[in-house]
């Protein structure tokens, strides 16, 4: 008997060692998979350098692998990854691989856009009795802040503590492109497991000043140089848009979309009505208005202000806040001399822009949503990008 259970002892030696072999291969296995996997959470790395100071890239990554990288020259999205439809992950925003493709950056790839996002009418605005003049940047508009807006600066940089996010930071100094007052500026990118990218703005001024500050990614939610966006749907949540002259400036209109191509109420198609013979896309050359926001006279927060779906990959792209207004621009002035990341040229209509602000020139038209900031007040606004896919 003791001879039996030895033999039956050493036959399950062998055994036992294959076993022990086969779960520490495994072990190794998954252990090398989470170690190659994107880790969650905030990481940095440096990205050159700008007017002699470090430029550094955050890459925000969730618990279902959703990336967003953001640098701190311009407060720049460089890139967002989401998954389409069958779970694959594609960059759905127009970009380069790095610093040196964003100078100077006429087209204002996901940039920060500020002092006053959108155009100022001839340069010129009048607050408290004096005029102020600003750079001609855009024919004899002001656009987006002037020769160095927010978007051509470096900001201060700090990874969010708890949360997956960075928040951007800049001091705009009194008389910079014309503007006054010292105006404190803070940008917050926060991304949540929810999918949703936040973004949050907040300054403060010394001085009464004017103030508009947007995001200027553009979207191409099939992947970024794949193709034009004339097949997304798109819905803005809005009855009425402000008409533009023949300089994009708005002519003081409040107009109904109804009956006209700038009506988005209902999901359409991009391309559908965009080269319709109407004045409005004639002198833009495509969409590039400002959308009147539906909220109601109790809505303080977040409404839905538009949403883009992309067939063919499913992708989803929901855009909330609490800006009264929406640019829709559909990459008119794209003209192929910009090349992307791995080399795609970004042609005509090769991304869209939902800019949540308030409305263009409105230092300009009293009647408009105000946009003075005084001293002792706080500007606070916030956007949501919401990402999915059906």
Not at 80 to 92: E, M, N, S, T
Not at 93 to 122: F, Q, S
Not at 124 to 136: N, R, V
Not at 347 to 357: D, M, N, P, V
Request: aromatic share 10%; with cysteine; charged share 20%.
């Amino acid at each position: 008997m003791m001879i039996r259970r030895t033999v039956a002892s050493a036959a399950i030696v062998p055994g036992l060692i294959v076993l022990a072999l086969i779960v520490l291969a495994l072990a190794g296995f998954l252990f090398a998979q989470s170690t190659s996997a994107q880790p969650y959470g905030v990481q940095q790395q440096p990205f050159g350098s700008r007017d002699g100071r470090p430029v550094t890239l955050y890459t925000l990554t969730n618990s279902h692998g959703v990336e967003v990288r953001a640098m701190n020259y311009g407060g720049i999205i460089v890139s967002i990854r989401v998954p389409d439809r069958k779970g694959q992950f594609a960059d759905i925003v127009l970009g380069h691989e790095t610093l040196e493709g964003y100078i100077p950056n006429p087209p204002y790839l996901g940039a920060i856009v500020g002092r006053y996002a959108n155009r100022i009418a001839n340069g010129k605005f009048a607050l408290d009795g004096k005029t102020y003049t600003l750079p001609q940047n855009n024919g004899t508009n002001s656009l987006h802040g002037g020769l160095r807006g927010f978007d051509k600066v470096t900001w201060d940089g700090e990874p969010l503590k708890g949360k997956t996010g960075v928040a951007f930071t800049y001091l705009s100094k009194d008389g910079e492109e014309g503007y006054p007052g010292n105006l404190k500026v803070k940008v917050t990118y926060t991304l949540t497991d929810s999918n949703e990218l936040i973004l949050d703005y907040e300054a403060t001024t010394d001085k009464a000043t004017t103030i508009n500050i947007s995001q200027h990614s553009y979207f191409n939610l099939a992947g970024e140089g794949n193709g034009d966006i004339l097949n997304h749907e798109v819905m803005i949540n809005a009855d009425r848009f402000t008409p533009v002259d023949k300089n994009l400036i708005p002519t003081g209109e409040l107009r109904a979309v109804k009956g006209t191509p700038l009506d988005f109420t209902t999901s359409t198609r991009v391309g559908a009505r965009i080269d319709d013979s109407y004045d409005q896309l004639t002198l833009a050359g495509g969409y590039d208005h400002n959308w009147i926001l539906n909220r109601k006279s109790s809505d303080k927060g977040l409404v839905l202000a538009a949403r883009v779906y992309e067939p063919s990959s499913g992708r989803v792209l929901e855009v909330s806040t609490t800006q009264p207004a929406v640019q829709f621009y559909t990459g008119n002035f794209l003209d192929g001399s910009v090349t992307g990341k791995q080399g795609p040229v970004y042609k005509r209509r090769y991304g869209l822009c939902l800019e949540t602000q308030h409305y263009p020139d409105s230092p300009n038209h009293p009647d408009f949503p105000s946009t003075i900031l005084k001293p002792g007040e706080t500007f606070r606004q916030k956007t949501v990008f919401k990402f999915s896919a059906k």
